[in-house]
């Protein structure tokens, strides 16, 4: 390789360090707030839960609690959360294995999938879906849109489970990919719990709310897990391709030096030999 092609692999390279150093910094300080925002969501989710258990466990008879309770339905219903973009890793490759071999197992499910990088991976699998008309950009309205979609569905036994597909944040180098069914009262408390427990609204005039709120925060909740991954593999990625330039930098200047050295080396000879030849 030639002096000049060398100066120009190393400029390539530097530029390329600057831009992925420039990314890594921007998913750090995405990645902190979305941290925050995750831990907000877990907490109010949290909260949602046990005011879910608490319905189901004292009102159980109420009609529009049987649809929630029962998962009779003609097909299943699986809410995909995977990456918005590129450049984050694994991370996308990883879960749309895991991804295309839960839609194997299930056949015939309905699909729902947010993040654009999914949706193109996805495209040829959930195009028949009618869902997909009010699912825009993730944020709570489409959220809030898509659970009070899925009511009607329900109570008409069009859908039957209701699942959630994604990808869970466990710590800046670790996220599970998990497929768990949606239920709205998760486990069975003792009723005593519930003795003193006073709804305000009748429970009547506030499941109809909680119901498609509550369903929505878990999307959302889902959705900030993925984003936070994603977020999270997209700045180790480019936290290594950074150190990789580094290396490549140091071994190309070595090269060129070298190659330099090697051409100096070769003219002094060539002057020497022509200075002898010319006594």
């Known amino acids: 390789m030639s002096l000049k092609e060398l100066r120009r692999r190393i400029s390539s390279v530097k530029s390329t360090q600057k831009i992925t150093s420039a990314m890594k910094m921007v998913a750090s300080a995405k990645l902190r707030r979305l941290q925050e925002r995750l831990n907000f969501g877990a907490e109010y989710l949290q909260r949602l839960k046990l005011i879910g258990n608490h319905l ?81 950009t993730p944020s709570m309205p489409a959220f809030l849109d898509l659970a ?35 239920s709205l ?32 925060a878990s999307f959302h909740q889902a959705w900030l897990e993925s984003l936070t991954g994603e977020m999270a593999s997209r700045m180790t990625a480019m936290d ?12 190309l200047s070595l090269e060129y030096n070298r190659t330099r050295q090697a051409h100096i080396t070769t003219e002094l000879n060539e002057i020497i030999a022509g200075s002898e030849g010319a006594k």
């Open 56 to 136: 189901g466990e004292i009102h159980q008879d109420l009609e529009i609690l049987s649809p929630w309770l029962s998962n009779e339905g003609k097909q299943n219903l699986i809410i995909i959360f995977g990456a918005e973009r590129g450049l984050c890793g694994s991370f996308h490759t990883n879960f749309l294995r895991y991804a295309n071999q839960v839609i194997d197992e299930q056949q015939s499910a309905q699909l729902v999938v947010f993040g654009q990088k999914a949706k193109e991976s996805l495209k040829g699998r959930y195009k028949q879906n009618p869902l997909l008309d009010i699912c825009t």
């Open 148 to 182: 009070k979609a899925v009511e009607p569905l329900k109570k008409s036994k069009e859908i039957g489970k209701i699942y959630i597909l994604g990808s869970a944040f466990k710590n800046i180098l670790k996220q599970e990919m998990y497929f768990k069914p949606f």
């Open 185 to 216: 009262v998760e486990h069975k408390l003792p009723q005593r719990a519930f003795d003193t427990t006073i709804f305000e609204p009748s429970p009547d005039v506030f499941l109809p709310h909680f119901c498609s709120q509550y369903l929505s």
């Open 240 to 251: 290594n391709a950074t150190r990789n330039a580094t290396d490549m930098i140091h071994d």
